[in-house]
C-alpha cells in the first residue's frame, strides 16, 4: 500500500491518505513525499507484466512550477515506454533498462528545449527471482540492507538531461529473503540542522537499525527521522522509497 504522511513534531509517523500501489508477489513497495512540494522530487511505480515491477525515483532540478511539465513527461515515458521494453517476458533486463534510461533522457532535453540536470535512480523488480536490475543516474546511492549489513549501490552514470549521448551501466543485484532496498532523495542527505546536514550516513544508521517490515513503515521511519533533526524549519522536499523482500517466516508470524 502507498501512504503520503504528515506528521507532528513529535508524533510517530501515522497514514494520512492511501492509494495503490502495485501488488507485489513476497514483497513490499512503498514512496513517501513530505513537504511543501517545492521541487523536482518524482517516485512513480508501473506493472510491465506477471513478474517485473518498474520504479523510480527522479529529482528534477528547479522549482516545481519552472519544472512541472519536465516532471510529468518523465512520468509518463516511464509509464509508456517503460511497458514497452519490459512485457515481454524474453528479454534481456539490463539492455532493457539502458534503452529506457537513453528514452527518459532524450524526453528530458526535448521537454526542456535543452540541457536539464535530472538525477535519477531507476529499477526493474523482478519477483520471480528476487532480483533488481537498476540505473543509478547521478542520484544519492540506493542503500541495500541484508543479512551481511548494508551495500551502497552508488552512481552508475550521470544525470539524466545533460548529454545526448549519456551512456548508463545496469547491473543487477539479489534481493534474498528479508533483504531491503532504500531510495532517498537529496533533499533528504542535505537536510540541516544549524549547518550540519542530515547525510547519508544518518540513513544508513536508521536502516541499519530498523525494525520495521513494512516498506510503507520503512520509508516514513526515515521522513520521521530527518524531520525530527531538522525540526520545523526545512521546507524542501523530502523523498523515501523502500522495497522490501519478505522473509518466509516474516510471512508465517504475520
Known amino acids: 500500500m ?12 501515522a497514514p494520512a491518505k492511501r492509494a495503490e500501489f502495485p501488488p507485489l508477489a513476497g514483497a513490499d513497495i512503498a514512496g513517501m513525499i513530505q513537504g511543501d512540494r517545492v521541487g523536482g522530487d518524482l517516485y512513480h ?21 519552472e519544472n512541472f511539465r519536465i516532471v510529468e513527461a518523465a512520468r509518463q515515458t516511464i509509464q509508456v515506454a517503460g511497458v514497452t ?30 540541457v536539464h540536470s535530472c538525477a535519477a535512480f531507476l529499477g526493474c523488480y523482478n519477483e520471480s527471482i528476487g532480483t533488481v536490475c537498476y540505473v543509478n543516474a547521478g542520484h544519492t546511492p540506493g542503500l541495500l540492507r541484508d543479512a551481511g549489513g548494508i551495500t551502497e549501490l552508488p552512481a552508475t552514470g550521470l544525470p539524466l538531461g545533460l548529454f545526448s549521448a549519456s551512456t548508463y551501466e545496469a547491473p ?10 532504500l531510495l532517498v532523495s537529496r533533499g533528504v542527505v542535505e537536510a540541516a540542522h544549524r549547518k550540519q546536514e542530515f547525510g547519508l550516513e544518518r540513513v544508513k544508521q536508521h536502516l541499519g537499525t530498523s ?10 521511519e526515515i521522513l520521521f527521522a530527518v524531520q525530527q533533526f531538522t525540526g520545523p524549519t526545512n521546507q524542501n522536499d523530502i523523498t523515501a522509497l523502500a522495497l522490501v523482500r519478505n522473509s518466509t517466516m516474516a510471512t508465517a508470524n504475520a
Open 2 to 13: 502507498k501512504f503520503s504522511l504528515q506528521y507532528a513534531a513529535a508524533a510517530p509517523p
Open 211 to 220: 525494525s520495521r517490515r513494512a516498506a510503507s513503515e520503512m520509508a516514513g
Open 172 to 181: 543487477t543485484a539479489a534481493l534474498p529473503e528479508g533483504t531491503a532496498l
Open 45 to 65: 511505480f508501473v506493472r510491465a507484466n506477471q513478474s517485473r515491477v518498474l520504479f523510480g525515483l527522479l529529482d528534477v532540478a528547479g522549482r516545481r512550477e
Open 85 to 114: 521494453r519490459f512485457v515481454r517476458e524474453e528479454i534481456n533486463e539490463a539492455e532493457a533498462m539502458m534503452e529506457l534510461c537513453l528514452e527518459l533522457n532524450l524526453c528530458i532535453r526535448r521537454t526542456a528545449a535543452g
